[in-house]
């Protein structure tokens, strides 16, 4: 791989959604990953069963699978480690200390390793050894409190906000940030990265608005969480979706005259909450008499926030996402293409995960294990 990572070396234990997202990411630009799994799953297997290779988080990496219930696996990993630049763990707490790879182990081995945690609750604190999921480390933030119509009950918004943005997206800030700190001092550190903050800080701007008392603490009530009628998805007659954006005054003068209620909705009333649901259903009536297609031929080059809601098939084939390379074809399936993108230091095109005897040997050599050395661990059951 190449891009601005290009000679890091990071070890990630294999784990579920966020810890593979992180690693994804560094690898898609440049970071040699190498992900641990334990000995007797499949290599590569995650929460969706089947090949994993066509699992998107796993890709730009190569997997080997290592008996840790085995002293020699555990001094294999320390070998590892000490050569490495940084390493990805999404365990409960305490898994990793039982396991004898701890931090305090693993720097005493390696001063200058960053060592990445990702997990939900967070290291200490009363909920640390809960188990959860995304659904209930975004409730605990607030962020799940605030997604959903009017009235109605709180909606999940994918696994997004807890695994991937406030998750995988902030410990791979994290590793970077420890990372530039290590070349500078020569000291790695601990990243303790937890998902209940991490969605709490992509609700930064929410809680600032709250707090200037310009953000009503009931969903469905504020200007883009479905509250307002210029902040909306609306159904089109062939029942697909539109979705508008027009915040701006002068972007939502230009709404108003392409789909033709300019002289029906008072521009001077888009901030009036009072007249919010009306123009809804003045807009929801308009966008009914034409099908998508038709509505996108209207609003197309035109700065008025409005694009159409496309579906994971319809995506890749957009003219925009074609233009911009904003997906990419690999192991036969549309993926999207790393991101973001870089001037100078391009990022190569993801390959599939890859796993193997010829994998396992290239890593270990690499890491200066003797070819014999490989095969005693392999036929002991210490490697696959």
Avoid at 328 to 356: E, K, L, M
């Amino acid at each position: 791989m190449t891009g601005p990572l290009e000679g890091l070396r990071i070890i990630e234990m294999a784990g579920l959604g966020p810890g593979p997202f992180c690693a994804m990411m560094l690898a898609d630009h440049g970071a040699d990953v190498v992900r641990i799994d334990r000995l007797g799953a499949a290599v590569g297997s995650d929460i969706v069963e089947g090949d994993p290779t066509q699992a998107i988080w796993n890709r730009s990496r190569r997997g080997v699978a290592v008996n840790l219930k085995d002293a020699r696996g555990v001094a294999l990993m320390r070998r590892l480690c000490a050569g490495a630049d940084a390493l990805i763990e999404g365990y409960r707490p305490g898994v990793m200390e039982r396991l004898g790879l701890g931090p305090e182990i693993l720097l005493a081995d390696n001063p200058k390793l960053v060592y990445g945690r990702m997990t939900g609750w967070g290291q200490d604190g009363p909920y640390a050894r809960m188990a959860g999921h995304d659904i209930n480390y975004i409730a605990l933030s607030g962020a799940l409190h605030g997604i959903g119509r009017k009235g109605e009950k709180p909606v999940p918004p994918l696994n997004l906000v807890g695994d991937f943005g406030g998750g995988g997206m902030m410990l791979a800030f994290g590793i970077l940030a420890a990372l530039l700190n290590a070349r500078t001092t020569g000291k790695g550190q601990v990243v303790d990265c937890a998902m209940t903050e991490g969605s709490a800080m992509l609700m930064a701007m929410i809680y600032g608005l709250h707090a200037q008392g310009r953000w009503q603490d009931e969903r469905g009530l504020n200007f883009v969480d479905t509250g307002a009628h210029f902040y909306e998805t609306y159904e089109t007659a062939d029942a697909k979706f539109i979705a508008v954006g027009a915040i701006e005054p002068h972007f939502y003068r230009l709404f108003l005259e392409l789909i033709g209620l300019s002289g029906v909705i008072d521009p001077a009333s888009q901030n009036d909450p009072s007249m919010w649901n009306q123009h809804k259903r003045d807009i929801a009536a308009r966008f009914k008499t034409k099908t998508r297609a038709a509505w996108c031929a209207v609003f197309e080059g035109q700065d008025a926030c409005v694009a159409p809601v496309l579906s994971l098939t319809e995506a890749p084939q957009h003219a925009h996402n074609v233009a911009r390379g904003a997906f990419v074809v690999v192991a036969g399936a549309h993926q999207p293409a790393p991101a973001p993108r870089f001037s100078a230091t391009r990022s190569a095109n993801p390959v599939a995960f890859a796993s193997g005897e010829t994998v396992t040997d290239d890593i270990f050599g690499a890491a200066a294990f003797a070819p014999e050395e490989i095969l005693s661990l392999r036929r002991d059951g210490v490697l696959a």
